[in-house]
């Protein structure tokens, strides 16, 4: 059964990294790459909950990091919002710059 999940969540990095891609290569459509951007975050959210399975395979951390890169070479520093590196909103709470993640306290 993991072995399916795997597979899975692999086929749909590849298809979130060829949307991205896609979207990015078509310059004659103006509004595209914005048009995608609401979706980034569950993007990075299936990034991060790849990071986080302790069941994951080497060809899975290959695509999500795919994933990753493409984000990053098309968006690069513009990316903003919750979940989304590069947002505060709630580092407040948790004491780290980064959504979700807590610092551990001694």
């Known amino acids: ?9 692999e086929g749909i ?3 979130y990294s060829e949307i991205v891609q896609g979207f990015m290569e078509d310059e004659d459509t103006p509004g595209q790459k914005e048009a995608l951007r609401q979706y980034l975050h569950q ?3 299936l990034i991060a909950s790849v990071s986080a399975d302790r069941d994951k395979t080497d060809d899975l951390v290959k695509c999500a990091c795919g994933l990753l890169g493409d984000i990053v070479n098309s968006y690069g520093g513009a990316i903003k919002g ?3 590196p590069g ?3 709630g580092a407040a709470q948790s004491g780290s710059p980064v959504p979700g993640i807590r610092n551990k306290r001694k």
């Open 87 to 89: 947002d505060t909103r």
């Open 82 to 84: 919750p979940g989304v």
């Open 13 to 15: 990095l590849e298809a």
């Open 43 to 45: 993007m990075i959210q």
């Open 1 to 9: 059964m993991m072995e399916y999940y795997n597979d899975l969540r």
